[in-house]
């Protein structure tokens, strides 16, 4: 179907609403990050995860960044980095380290993959 003179779709009736025409779609696998192509998808994912409990246990501590990087030995930017979830310069060793530093333990298991699944990297936070 053509495009009217405003430029957009047209819109269709179907049952009681009103839907726009199905484009197709691609199908997107569990990490949005590789969807989006990046190469280090699974470490950044793996960070985020690490950062999200690290963020939230600062907040439960009512830690400010400059009390959190004494406490941490990280500059206050870094903390800043961490708290903006701008990982890229941080490693997860340090995130790991980080965490321990506030009383939190942080286990890695490993396991052989199962069946014809990929081999991955999980974080439970």
């Given amino acids: ?9 047209p819109l ?3 049952g009681s609403a009103m ?3 199905r484009k197709h779609r691609t199908r997107g696998i569990d990490n949005v990050l590789v969807d989006l192509g990046f190469d280090d998808a699974e470490e950044l994912s793996v ?9 939230a246990v600062l907040e439960a501590k009512g830690l400010t960044q400059a009390r959190a990087s004494k406490i941490l030995g990280l500059p206050q930017p870094k903390i800043s ?9 941080i490693s997860l060793e340090r995130l790991m380290q980080a965490l321990t530093l506030l009383g939190q333990h942080v286990r890695i298991v490993v396991s ?3 069946g014809r699944s990929m081999a991955r990297i999980d974080v439970a936070a």
Avoid: H, V
């Fill in 1 to 9: 179907m053509t495009e009217g003179k405003t430029g957009r779709r």
């Fill in 12 to 14: 269709f009736w179907e």
């Fill in 19 to 21: 839907t726009m025409p």
């Fill in 47 to 55: 960070k985020a995860m690490l950062a999200m409990k690290l963020n």
């Fill in 81 to 89: 980095a961490i708290r903006n979830y701008k990982l890229r310069g």
């Fill in 112 to 114: 052989p993959s199962k």
